[in-house]
């Protein structure tokens, strides 16, 4: 009876121990892929801003009272088109002032170049009429003094006339070359004339800053004055969006910048309106990173008419696509069991039952599936997962291809959650 008991414990202990040979020959379930040729897309996704070529603040450049504020928030103003009208009598009263000073002077000047000239000349033709008398006088004077018939004494008072009347003629001829055009009187008469049109041109001037005027095309964004207020030079009353291209702006984070390129492909949506997407291309790069954020601004462009519900710093989902392999070998990068020297990289893959290292060389990068440059070829299985090690025995369950390389959820939620990204990123 004992010795029937040993060989039935002998038995069972055998066909146990044949029981776990047999599955540990068999070997461990174990995640594999099948690897395919399929299209690869990486994308960086990101946050940007609605903004418009320029913003711009009007603020007045004098200290005074608000008489009316001609926009609203949303209107649209034209070049030149008022927006805030300052009080003004006062200046409108110097400007009167400085007006009638330069007629004035306007006046005096047509005066020297008229009525001044004629004066002049007829003051000409009077003292040489006169020094050609007195010339005569002396003349028959110095006849009589010789002849005896006056005094010595008649002859100097002849000379004296005579000197009198030369005098006169210098005078007379100086007075008309001041009238001339390039005379003293002429020229003091439109250098007044000239501070006078000065005078009533600041006068005009500052009249005109009174009136804040839009520099451009634009959309007003903020209003900030209301009639009454007094207001400062340097303080901004009336918030421009200057009219031109929309861009929007981003801060991406300096890891991406060896992806973007300008001119690369984007599609945007926003979050309040999900399911209406709309295309973009890089703009351009800013050349230095923000320190603080260790960001750098990408600015994009929108590649149609920008959509009606588009407002100015809404805030946008952006996804641009960065590279685009269209036929390649891919992998979940899940399955790169490590990094070697420079790009090389290790996976495991199924032979015979067993799992068995196979060096690779990886190219493009997304951050679910990775590029097979070298090192596979189509229809080998690579084990998924970290369970396993080389030299196991393993059984392979197949998973879909496209499972695990191709998608996978969007980052963020709302408008970002509607970018699809069908390739992965």
Do not use: C
Not at 44 to 53: D, E, G, H, M, N
Not at 256 to 261: H, Y
Not at 399 to 411: L, T
């Amino acid at each position: 009876m004992k010795r029937r008991w040993m060989w039935l414990l002998m038995g069972t202990l055998v066909l146990l121990s044949l029981v776990y040979t047999g599955w540990k020959l068999r070997g461990t379930a174990v995640d594999a892929v099948e690897v395919r040729m399929a299209p690869l897309v990486r994308t960086v996704q990101f946050s940007a801003r609605v903004a418009t070529l320029s913003r711009v603040d009007i603020g007045s450049t004098l200290t005074g009272r608000v008489a009316q504020v001609l926009v609203r928030e949303g209107d649209t103003v034209r070049l030149g088109d008022a927006l805030v009208q300052l009080e003004s009598d006062e200046l409108r009263a110097t400007l009167e002032q400085a007006v009638a000073n330069e007629r004035q002077a306007q006046a005096r000047l047509a005066g020297i170049r008229t009525s001044g000239r004629l004066t002049a000349q007829a003051a000409v033709a009077q003292a040489d009429a006169g020094v050609q008398a007195s010339r005569a006088e002396m003349e028959r004077a110095q006849q009589l003094v010789t002849q005896g018939f006056v005094s010595a004494s008649r002859l100097d008072e002849a000379k004296r006339l005579l000197d009198v009347a030369q005098a006169q003629q210098t005078i007379a001829r100086a007075q008309l070359q001041a009238n001339a055009d390039t005379g003293t009187d002429a020229t003091q008469a439109e250098a007044q004339l000239a501070v006078a049109r000065a005078a009533a041109s600041a006068a005009r001037a500052k009249l005109e800053q009174t009136f804040l005027r839009a520099p451009a095309h634009a959309r007003v964004l903020s209003r900030d004055a209301e009639p009454g207020q007094i207001v400062q030079p340097g303080r901004a009353l009336i918030g421009l969006a200057i009219e031109g291209p929309t861009l929007l702006r981003a801060q991406v984070d300096e890891r991406f910048l060896e992806q973007l390129r300008p001119g690369q492909k984007a599609m945007v949506v926003a979050d309040a309106f999900a399911d209406q997407r709309f295309a973009a291309h890089v703009l351009s790069i800013a050349p230095a990173v923000d320190a603080q954020r260790g960001a750098v601004e990408v600015k994009l462009a929108l590649e149609q008419q920008p959509p009606g519900f588009l407002r100015e710093d809404m805030t946008l989902s952006v996804e641009v696509e960065t590279a685009r392999h269209a036929n390649v070998l891919a992998l979940p990068l899940a399955a790169l069991r490590g990094s070697g020297p420079g790009d090389a990289a290790w996976v495991l893959v199924a032979i015979d039952g067993r799992a068995q290292e196979r060096r690779v060389r990886p190219g493009l990068r997304t951050l679910q599936a990775v590029e097979i440059v070298e090192g596979l070829g189509e229809g080998d299985a690579v084990l998924i997962g970290s369970a396993v090690k080389a030299g196991d025995h393993v059984r392979t369950r197949l998973v879909a291809a496209a499972a695990s390389v191709v998608a996978g959820p969007s980052q963020g939620g709302g408008g970002g959650a509607a970018l699809t990204n069908a390739m992965g990123r």
